[in-house]
């Protein structure tokens, strides 16, 4: 998946301490990550390289800050935990499988959406990104936003040539 965007600002990872995080906590701990691993900040020649670039640290904050990915990522996260480490199959309650061309994209916002039986007129919310991390796999799971429904959306990615 890449970077622990809680790890990297150092913000709790279990999904009770979570869903308490306010926007201040997260500002204040894309501050602090910015001090403690900025290049220029080590006190001794003897320092280890920091951890995480600026870089890292700005794409924690952007993605925690917003509360549309942040709600995106702890749904991701919770499928993780639930699938387990194995790639195994799981079989969750309320999956539907569609095509990407089955949802709707939204160009001003970059997103593809698709609304919930459960009346969320946005309820599934897949973004580039999204599709760019799980391009080798060919699908995606995304939970609905409003409910416990999810939809598995597969694709195929053009081939540059």
């Known amino acids: 998946m890449g970077l622990d965007y809680y790890e ?3 913000l709790p990872d279990s999904p009770p301490a ?3 995080l306010r926007q201040e906590d997260i500002k204040h701990a894309y501050k ?3 001090l403690q691993h900025h ?3 080590s006190t ?3 320092d280890p390289k920091p951890r995480y670039t600026i870089d890292d640290i700005a794409a924690a904050y952007k993605m925690l800050s917003n509360p549309i990915t942040r709600s995106e990522l702890d749904r991701s996260l919770q499928f993780q935990t639930l699938r387990g480490p194995r790639k195994t199959e799981l079989s ?3 999956l539907e499988t569609i095509d990407l061309d089955d949802l709707d994209y939204d160009e001003a916002d970059g997103l593809w959406y698709r609304s919930c039986r459960c009346g969320n007129q946005r309820g599934y919310l897949i973004s580039e990104g999204d599709l760019a991390e799980e391009a080798a796999h060919g699908e995606i799971v995304t939970g609905c936003g409003g409910c416990s429904l999810w939809l598995k959306v597969l694709f195929q990615t053009a081939d540059a040539g």
């Open 18 to 20: 979570r869903r308490l």
């Open 92 to 94: 969750l309650s309320g």
């Open 39 to 41: 290049p220029d900040k």
């Open 44 to 46: 001794s020649p003897e």
């Open 32 to 34: 602090r990550a910015l």
């Open 8 to 10: 990297v600002l150092a």
